[in-house]
């Protein structure tokens, strides 16, 4: 049985409550009283349409026996006050009137102060003149309530001293009793008369008590025995979703930030070094009062001023050399755009990508908050917010070095109230609509180059919150406990967070549902743990990073210094913990890596040399707790898939941004600290040795206190990287997705890999084939509708010859699914490009001494066409079938 | 893991992954009915293994990680071939749904007088669902939202009857006319939170002012698009109860005349018309039922929003080109032929009117 405390004015409200919980959706127990045995209770609980009988939520309690009172319970779904009604049968037949409560509670406007007063501690239930704070604003007319008690403001003897009279609304008649008032009671400015609204029943206006003319009773001013409930909003739900949650490389013009920048030109990637081929760029002028859509065609080292969006860009000479050679470009160069010299990428083209668009589709996800939802129905989503994965370079609409990824929701007022279920995000990620576009592109330093040229694919968490508009409905003062704190806070939806007490342990009462104590904590050293509780790391960009693998001793955490690993090598112990726990099950976390690779360059997978060119030596291994055959906790490993690693190279975790997923074991235990019988990592593992971050609080011994789901994820690394170059090798966030408020993207190199430096030795066959409609009539004649182009594919074939990798390398990029280009020039110099997959590869071991064949069928998503000099001559990418229709470009 | 494999579906059982499978179906049919999920393909010697009313999960990771599962539900049905196997799941409100649902009286003695149909959902399954204190909810209820205007179930009383039964009649009757000429109606849909799957009831979206969820055109995520066009009604003639009777004309029938016939406890000619310009109004969304095969946007759900442009208007109407709603969606994933999405959108099943030509 729930009990609830009756705040003044007998109002029920989560602000009231000092231990039971009174929320929405949440059942309301209740106990009706008579005075003389009746056989039936009807309660009209006031969350119908109306009052009137055809529209209100009546419900009927029928005793089977002549009783004085009656038990049951409700649930309320909307959000505000609700003043219920209740008449009852007696055992003759006849209804009582409709009883229901007088409720002009007035808003809190200031204290008494009678600190100056003899004796200083109250009112007397005679005084005529209130003495309170200053700064109140009460003028004379004014009614106000001080505990259960009204008075009518007559005038004022000076600033701070009222005249009233006592009992009085009107200032003639009395109601209710004269009551004592302590210094610092609350005083109310009220409205005079009752806010409780059942006109559809009774539309005349009654007075508090009895009356002999109507069908409903108003209850008394100052001996509430019907009730107000105001049940406390739940919060609303966030649902973000994608169109597509995988997208290419495109352009990144969110890297510009929310004014007009300098675009630089950046052809150092290839081999002539200075004098790469131009580019043409088509853009939108960002300059004061002269915003224009424009085309240039820059260099090397060129800038373009006052850029607001890059849309297009595209290479002016194709053809591929190989050799360095000026104004042309070898396979598998780049050249970038950047924010300036040296700034975040943009976009980049290549042989193998000659042409982006900020319009096409495939790099565009559609982030959409739109199916998010409220709790309570008559409260409405009012704003959006979308993190869309900008974490490093910052976007137009948040900023990486200024502001934090999310925010404590919390107050200082009272004791660390928590506002909020958890973590709000950034201000910043608001946006005016439900859904935004998201466009991402790679980073030189940042994401690390595969073997084949092209970018590793990485992974880009992006999160919705939603907040609704519940503080228009929200009636719930909460004055009357012990602070002005409202028990009904609740207006945005929960976000994940690492916050082990503030949403837990609140001062109002919370149900368990809303409660969560979600803890990240992490260790450099094992053997003596100085633990640290991250949350603040975890909400932060701004802090370079907070933590390495194991071995890094030297460096504290969410240092902006360079880290300097240490320690044993990854191949023993590993020297990094984090212990993660949820209150739900999770089976996903993604990792936010920040590293700092040599730019334009493949990492070497050797170690034997390890620096900032390296694949970086990391290991990650997972433990859960677990009952053992004792029936003990202890912690069992777990398997998990990485997609931080570079796919099958040891070790070789932490190189790229990605997520760590497993099959949430069936025997995973939730636990807490008490409950977990070993912690067999290290001696004392459990206690943080207190020597830093925590100063000795920071342990799972102190912060998990709550049954939780718990990860504990070891990190290990090479101890020989001791250089400085790798200094910033780290992570820079981890947080679980199994929520709906989170998306993972997966964005693709598009990259094509060149196929042109490849010995074959077949001919190389494909058929251009278009798509018609043919219409013959009764004469025999034709119409023939040219309706589409048909795509298809390419044939071609070599020999497996001692020495040379050609064929090792087609097969990998069969088992890879890379996306390839070929180029077939023509007897008149034109070349025609061909881009897609290669789909099959037949070989053919011969007897004899005759060499091995392989034969190879490619599938063509596109080609393109350019002429001897490396100008295009297609209208851009085209079907190998031919020209279907034009294609919608910002720039005609 | 290789970085450029688009399809990587997972499949639970029972919180044990089923790494051999052909592939798999899931059906949202809409209208407040029940999504289902046929899982073929799964080796045979499973049989032996509990799996009826365990419950199947499906990751689709279509392109990425999903944060969430395609598809919950609980298994109803085995079907042992000769070499593999098939199993059939239905989402969780099977449990309170169909011949094996626990049947629930309301009388005079027992009854939910003075509860919504919201609270009457929320009290049924947490006293009679959720009852399993530490296990997995079966049902969620953190998505359950009170209807516009409130469905009351006062002086509801049923013999024996099917829980869901008795929610997906009681749905019918709601209707929110605060504009009139955009009535909104309401259904069920189940919406997974990666933890559980959870009962919500959704608002007929506006079509008009609704921020699409999914853009589609011919060049970004559309495979093919059929359409078909049908006459909105434009008179309706009303039923109601003790002989009255009533009309409604829809202005000067633009379209021709078709009419619907309704029915219900009008007890004056006034109420009846009301209802009968209602349901006309409500019927005006219905004139282009589109069948769309896509390739994107997968885990839309019932009822959204989404936006088609189709930029050759020669070939195909311009009425295309603009917002629909999603009414029913079906995914279909093949080992080798990854996976597709077909939405139907606009046609909403006929319910309470019968069409007379």
Partial sequence: MTEFLVTDQGIYQNGGQSTNPFFMFEKVHFRLETTEPVTEFYIDWDDGDDNSPEKANIQHVKLEEPGFFCTSFHVYTKHGTYHPLVRVKNTDGFLSKWYTAYQDEGTYTTKIDTSAESPATHISTTDTTITVDA?????????????????????????????????????????????????????????????????SLEPRTLDAGQNEFSLVSVDSLSDHRIPVFRPANKPPIAVLKTDRNRIFSGINNEVLGSAAADVYIDGSDSNTGSNPPKIKVVYIDGS??????????????????????????????????????????QAGERIYLTKGAGGFAICNVSLGQPIVEASNPQNIATLDLSESRTKASNVSIS?????????????????????????????????????????????NFRTYYSSIEAQHTFQPELDPLGTDGRYLSKQILCRGQVKDSSGTTRADSGQSYTSTLSGDTIEYSYLDHDDATNYYTTTKPRPTSLKSSNILLGTLDRLTPDWKDLIAENRDMGVAKFLLG???????????????????????????????????KFDRIFIKTVNAYTAHAAPTLDRTTIDNSTVPPYRISIYYPSKNQSGSIVWKPLAFKDTTAYESVEASSLMRDGSISFKPPRDWEIAKHSTISEWPFGTSFDVDSGSGYGGGTDGPDV??????????????????????????????????????????????????????????????????????????????????????AQSGSVKFGGTDLSGDTSRKDFKDYQQNGTPVYLDVEHENGDFTRFYGVIKSMSESHTTAKMLPKFSLDMIVSHIIEFDSSGTILSNDYISLGGNVDYESRYLQ | MNQDTYSKPVIYINDTEITEFEGFTINHPGNSQ?????????????????????????????????????????????????????????????????????????????????????????????????????????????????????????????????????????????LNIDDIEQPKDFEIIMIDDGVKSNIAIQEKKDLETTVPSVYYDLLDGIQSINYTYSAVPTFALIKGEDGVQSTYQDGNMPTGK???????????????????????????????????????????????????????????????SKNHRVVSKTISYGTGKGASMTLKLNAKPMRISDFIN
């Avoid at chain 1, 998306?743 to 190389?764: A, C, E, F, G």
């Avoid at chain 2, 689709?60 to 079907?79: A, K, M, T, Y």
Wanted: proline share 2%; charged share 20%.
């Fill in chain 2, 34 to 174: 029940i999504n289902s999920a046929d899982v073929k393909g799964i080796r045979k010697d499973l049989v032996d293994f509990t799996l009826m009313n365990q419950e199947l999960v499906i990751y689709l990771n279509e392109g990425s990680n999903d944060n969430i599962p395609i598809f919950r539900g609980i298994i109803i049905q085995i079907s042992p071939g000769k070499t593999n196997m098939a199993v059939k799941a239905r989402d969780p409100r099977a449990i309170i749904s169909g011949k094996n649902a626990f049947p629930i009286i309301i009388d005079d003695d027992k009854n939910y007088d003075g509860s919504t149909l919201t609270q009457f959902i929320h009290e049924f399954i947490t006293d009679n669902i959720n009852t399993d204190a530490g296990l997995t909810t079966q049902i969620g209820l953190d998505y359950l939202q009170e209807t516009n205007p409130s469905l009351l179930m006062k002086g509801f009383r049923t013999e024996l009857a099917v829980p869901y039964q008795i929610i997906q009649d009681s749905l019918r009757q709601a």
């Fill in chain 1, 703 to 788: 912060k998990w206190r709550q049954d939780s789901y718990a990860l504990m994820i070891c990190m290990a690394t090479d101890g020989d990287m001791s250089g400085d170059t790798e200094k910033n090798i780290g992570i820079q966030f981890m947080k679980p997705y199994t929520n709906g408020h989170s998306q993972v993207l997966t964005m693709v190199d598009n990259t094509h890999v060149s196929l042109n430096s490849k010995y074959l030795t077949q001919s190389i066959t494909f058929v251009r084939n278009g798509t018609y409609n043919v219409i013959t009539n009764r004469l025999g004649k034709s119409e023939i509708r040219k309706i589409g």
């Fill in chain 1, 135 to 199: 700064g109140h604003g009460i003028t004379a007319g004014k009614v106000i309530r001080i505990d259960e008690e009204y008075m009518k403001v007559t005038s004022l003897a000076s600033t701070n001293v009222l005249n009233v009279v006592r009992q009085s609304i009107d200032g003639t008649n009395l109601v209710g009793t004269a009551q004592e008032h302590v210094d610092d009671s609350f005083v109310y400015v009220v409205a005079g008369s009752n806010q409780n609204d059942f006109s």
């Fill in chain 2, 258 to 320: 078709k009419g619907v016939t309704i029915s219900g406890p009008y007890d004056s000619r006034a109420i009846a018309k009301f209802a009968g310009l209602i349901e006309i109004m409500r019927l005006q969304d219905n004139k282009l039922d589109i069948t769309l095969k896509v390739n994107k946007g997968f885990h839309l759900d019932v009822g959204s929003i989404v936006n088609v442009y189709i930029s050759d208007n020669i070939n195909d109407s311009f009425e295309l």
């Fill in chain 1, 288 to 329: 004061t009062n002269k915003s224009q859509t424009k085309e240039v065609t820059v260099d090397h080292g060129d800038t373009i001023s006052d850029v607001d969006k890059i849309l297009r860009v595209e290479i002016v000479n194709l053809k591929e050399v190989t050799t360095a050679t000026d104004n042309s470009l």
């Fill in chain 1, 383 to 427: 704003e959006y917010y979308i993190d869309d994965g900008h974490h490093t370079s910052g976007s137009s609409r948040w900023t990486a070095a200024s502001h934090k990824l999310q925010q404590a929701a919390i107050t200082t007022s009272v004791a660390q109230d928590s506002l909020q279920t958890g973590d709000t995000l950034h201000a």
């Fill in chain 1, 550 to 584: 194991g071995g890094h001793t030297s460096t504290p955490f969410g240092s902006t210094t360079q880290v300097i690993p240490g320690g044993t090598n990854y191949t023993t112990d590993a020297e990094n913990y984090f212990l993660m726990s949820r209150k739900d």
